[in-house]
């Protein structure tokens, strides 16, 4: 059974950074695609970032696009989104997220993904 477990988030002020992690568990192989999403109360579950682990090539939503970098470490097992120059709107609870992939590209459809982690909260105070 595959295990994805965030953390990381926290409450920081406006201009601040955090780095989440997702420790990802039983998800091998060269096909496989992660992505970060989030969630503000009371609205719908956004990409934020995704990479695909046989070249690394990185995707990002234009509201993150030069603040938020993710990242992958195979010999940890750990997915990694540094967040940079946080803004109030990046608040909202954030999953990891994984699927199996033939090929590098954006995989914004939370629909699409086999796997989910339980969140991880991130508050950004002005």
């Known amino acids: 059974q595959v295990q994805l477990l965030e953390s990381g988030g926290g409450s920081v002020q406006a201009g601040g950074s955090l780095r989440l992690s997702c420790a990802v568990s039983?998800?091998?192989?060269?096909?496989?695609?992660m992505g970060w999403f989030r969630q503000a109360p009371g609205k719908e579950r956004n990409w934020v970032a995704g990479?695909?682990?046989?070249?690394?090539?990185?995707y990002y939503a234009d509201s993150v696009k030069g603040r938020f970098t993710i990242s992958q470490d195979n010999a940890k097992n750990t997915l990694y989104l540094q967040m940079n120059s946080l803004k109030p709107e990046d608040t909202a609870m954030y999953y990891c997220?994984?699927?199996?992939?033939?090929?590098?590209?954006?995989?914004?459809?939370?629909?699409?993904?086999?796997?989910w982690g339980q969140g991880t909260q991130v508050t950004v105070s002005s």
């Open positions: 997220a994984a699927r199996w992939a033939g090929r590098a590209g954006v995989y914004s459809d939370p629909k699409i993904y086999n796997y």
């Open positions: 039983r998800f091998t192989g060269s096909s496989r695609y």
């Open positions: 990479i695909y682990i046989g070249d690394r090539s990185a």
